[in-house]
């Protein structure tokens, strides 16, 4: 059985990659498309089902090391299986950790209790923000794991269930944080 899938919009491995992102986005509107070469007695097996079962992720940083993660993004998508192809849609939260610490306007940190959120979309407007600690981490690779069914054909009888695996990877912007520091007391 030779199951093979193909990912779109492609990556540099286009056969098991989608095409990198770059944060802060995390939306998407990608396609897997599966295939089969398997055949019995010189007849092609056709692929009858593809569907996405998992999304999850994990950090790495810059040596290429998992550094943290299997967080599983699978209910915050939309899955949309068909017979050659799976679409996978949606917007996922940002995963990396910046975490902001601020008092309330014309305050200080000597006489007020600070307080810290974590993620940039939780930084609320008009405070005495005094501290970030940024996350370091380079990238997550998000992992789709893709299960095709082939079929054999008339008048055989079977089918296979095969799992292969997806990947994207969302690099970590550097230039991000900066700019939102820069622009925070526009």
């Known amino acids: 059985m030779t199951v093979s899938i193909t990912c779109s919009p492609a990556g540099d491995i286009p056969t098991s990659q989608f095409a990198e992102k ?3 986005d995390y939306t998407l509107s990608h396609t897997v498309s599966a295939s089969t070469s398997t055949q019995t007695a010189n007849q092609n097996w056709s692929v009858t089902s593809t569907n996405c079962t998992a999304v999850t992720y994990s950090y790495y940083n810059s040596d290429n ?3 943290g993660g299997a967080t599983d993004l699978t209910s915050t998508l939309t899955i949309t299986p068909g017979t050659n192809s799976v679409s996978i849609s949606g917007t996922f939260n940002d995963p990396f950790s910046d975490s902001f610490t601020y008092v309330e306007k014309g305050g200080t940190d000597l006489v007020d209790t ?3 959120v974590v993620g940039v979309s939780n930084m609320v407007p008009n405070k005495e923000f005094y501290f970030l600690d940024q996350d370091t981490r380079w990238y997550v690779i998000v992992t789709f794991t893709i299960q095709v069914v082939e079929t054999a054909p008339s008048p055989y009888t079977g089918s296979n269930t095969v799992n292969k695996t997806a990947t994207l990877q969302v690099n970590n912007e550097w230039e991000g944080i900066r700019s939102f520091v ?3 007391y526009d």
């Open 22 to 24: 770059t944060r802060p």
């Open 65 to 67: 090391n998992v550094v």
């Open 114 to 116: 600070p307080i810290t």
């Open 182 to 184: 820069d622009t925070y």
